[in-house]
């Protein structure tokens, strides 16, 4: 057996058998040490597994890279099953793969394991750690490692393996720990030595509520200490930032059990801020040539059957209504409606696109289980549009959408604009060379602008391919955002026509496209990407007046009602708790700016301004506050 070796531009044979460590350490690489794993023909695998017989070429996995922290990661949940079966001998083990944050493991254990457990797992983590355990890796034929998973292995191993296509399969062995593992993992237990225990839970064998509840210990692991301590920074900085939590501090939202789980109470302040967005929305809309539309809330049944989504989208619709003897749905979706005012007339090549837009709210069912405040919900708002245009069009049109796209996310000061080209998923209708052409439009349409883009196979709409624009928060987090589908499939359905310039009639195409996705989910964002802390233009109130005394609560109201008449969100509190208390007050609601008013102010003319970051900005005329805060309230 010889192994050809290609590895930074040098070329080696080596009689094997023969690992990835031995040839670069004859090889005299100075990286070594520093490596976790190796890629071989584009796989990450282990450093001392044998390498295959022919032509290889071998590239470093270094732990901060996404590949090296992926091992890191699937390493450490080794590490933690071993731990825990140290602290409890007679625990079973199910699964315990990396994440994009971490890792976890799914235990069977003798007792309900705890969150008072962790710190004796940790320990006992460390332990091993120290132990410097090498992984390693053996292979067997299935029945034989069936016969291991009776003696020893546990009914979940067992499952696994009697599933299993291939004839025979690997283990991972460190300390006294071995799992039925694909691998590939780090070259010993010292490697893991940035690492945290995170929280429990509950998780169902194979994700199904019919089989036993298992327990789930989630952790996460770096490649350095300092990795993960900003790592955890971060974490307790965004659970300060939580939607679900700033919505009760800061009086944005609710919910009630008496009306329905996922069904949204916009309260004052969050429905300033969303007026505030909606009108910056259809401002934009009119500007670019959109036409506003409104359609009714409950449609007839027989559209989604047309449509495709009753066939396709049934589960996550609601049940229908009888209405004169004939069923009905609360719409899931805006785009049946939008094609209904397309067919109400003959449509020209001239007409078209014709693009309409609607704040169209919609209901969709979705789990009880997986409801979560503003970002996953039953009814929303979409910020829809259906454009409808000549196929030759169709991918200048895309490419206005996308600008379109860009210029609305520009003011909220997002970190970092992701896209992500979607592509046909299981479900779906239409022929496959529709779906080959629509695809490559879009690709098309990127191609020209110059912007790179992630591939998510699988990912698009039933009707159509998809580009996502995804955000990052001031955190880093990624968020998908706008969305803008093509569409060949509903205008077929349909029945969609346009006469074009030949006089002849044609099928037009149709652009799907939100640009926040729905506004409960965007405002959600926003009220963590800015922790609650809405910029001067957004922020529902920009203002607040403080009278210090009794004697100076006329010029206080003088003074609301003039930023107010200059179209300033004011709130006077013109009470009689102290100062202090009311500047408190303030704060804690994240006014931008606070202006006092004692004797001295009113009898100056002039105002105490207070940012709720810089603090005392010192005194300063009516006029001159008046004229800096309609300069900064502007849209950026």
Not at 33 to 58: C, I, Q, T, Y
Not at 176 to 192: A, Y
Not at 537 to 550: G, H, R
């Given at each position: ?156 191993k067992r499952h696994y393996l009697e599933n299993e296509k291939n004839s025979v399969v690997s283990f991972y062995k460190d300390s006294d720990f071995i ?458």
């Amino acid at each position: 057996m010889v192994t050809k070796v290609v590895f930074k531009g040098q070329t080696k044979d080596f009689a094997g058998p023969v690992s990835a460590y031995d040839v670069l350490k004859e090889l005299r690489f100075d990286g070594l040490k520093a490596m976790v794993a190796v890629k071989v023909n584009g796989e990450v695998r282990d450093l001392h597994r044998s390498l295959p017989a022919g032509s290889v070429s071998l590239e470093p996995v270094s732990p901060e890279s996404a590949d090296g922290l992926e091992v890191i990661r699937h390493s450490a949940a080794h590490l933690m099953a071993t731990a825990v079966k140290r602290v409890l001998p007679d625990t079973k083990f199910a699964h315990g793969p990396a994440t994009e944050d971490g890792f976890f493991y799914d235990f069977a254990a003798p007792r309900p394991i705890t969150e008072e457990d962790l710190p004796a797992i940790e320990k006992e983590m460390n332990r091993i750690v120290k132990e410097d355990a090498r992984f390693e890796r053996t292979e067997m034929p299935v029945p034989q490692a069936l016969q291991w998973a009776q003696r020893e292995g546990g009914p979940f191993k067992r499952h696994y393996l009697e599933n299993e296509k291939n004839s025979v399969v690997s283990f991972y062995k460190d300390s006294d720990f071995i799992d039925l593992c694909t691998g590939p993992h780090v070259p010993s237990t010292r490697w893991l030595k940035a690492f945290k225990l995170l929280k429990i839970t509950g998780a169902y064998w194979l994700g199904d509520s019919k089989n036993q509840m298992l327990t789930r210990v989630y952790g996460t692991a770096f490649d350095s200490a300092d990795r993960l301590q900003e790592w955890i920074r971060m974490r307790e900085e965004a659970e300060k930032r939580k939607h679900t939590r700033l919505g009760k501090d800061l009086d944005l939202f609710s919910t009630h059990q008496e009306v329905g789980a996922g069904l949204i109470h916009w309260h004052p302040n969050a429905g300033r801020v969303r007026y505030l967005i909606e009108r910056y929305w259809y401002d934009l809309h009119l500007q670019n040539g959109y036409n506003l539309v409104y359609t009714p809330h409950i449609v007839s049944e027989e559209l989604y059957r047309i449509s495709g989504h009753l066939e396709v989208f049934n589960d996550s619709m609601y049940g229908a209504l009888l209405i004169d003897e004939k069923p009905f749905r609360v719409k899931p979706m805006n785009c049946p409606g939008h094609i209904m005012i397309y067919k109400t007339g003959v449509r020209s090549y001239r007409d078209l696109p014709l693009r309409y837009a609607e704040m169209g709210t919609v209901y969709r069912y979705e789990a009880s289980g997986v409801l979560h405040g503003l970002t996953r919900v039953r009814g929303f708002t979409i910020d829809d549009a259906h454009i409808f245009v000549a196929p030759e069009k169709v991918e200048a049109e895309l490419e206005r959408v996308y600008r379109l796209g860009m210029e609305f996310l520009r003011p909220f000061q997002f970190k970092d604009v992701g896209v992500v080209l979607s592509t046909r998923p299981a479900k779906a209708i239409g022929r496959d060379e529709d779906w080959e052409r629509a695809t490559q439009a879009l690709k098309n349409v990127l191609q020209r602008l110059g912007q790179p883009y992630e591939l998510d196979e699988g990912g698009g709409a039933f009707y159509g391919p998809k580009i996502s624009l995804n955000i990052k928060d001031s955190l880093g987090r990624s968020w998908q955002c706008s969305t803008f589908q093509f569409d060949f499939n509903l205008p077929e359905r349909f029945d969609l026509k346009f006469v074009g310039e030949d006089n002849q009639v044609h099928r037009p195409y149709m652009v799907h496209r939100a640009l926040m996705g729905s506004v409960e989910r965007f405002f959600g964002v926003l009220v963590e990407h800015y922790g609650g802390e809405f910029p001067l233009w957004l922020a529902p109130v920009q203002v607040a007046v403080f009278s210090v005394t009794e004697k100076e609560v006329e010029y206080a109201r003088k003074v609301a009602d003039r930023l107010r008449a200059e179209g300033l969100r004011v709130q006077l509190d013109d009470g009689n708790d102290r100062i202090s208390y009311k500047i408190r007050a303030a704060t804690l609601q994240k006014v931008p700016y606070m202006l006092v008013v004692g004797a001295r102010e009113a009898a100056a003319g002039s105002v105490a301004v207070r940012e709720r970051r810089e603090g005392d900005l010192g005194p300063t005329s009516l006029e001159g506050v008046v004229s800096t805060l309609k300069e900064k309230s502007r849209i950026p």
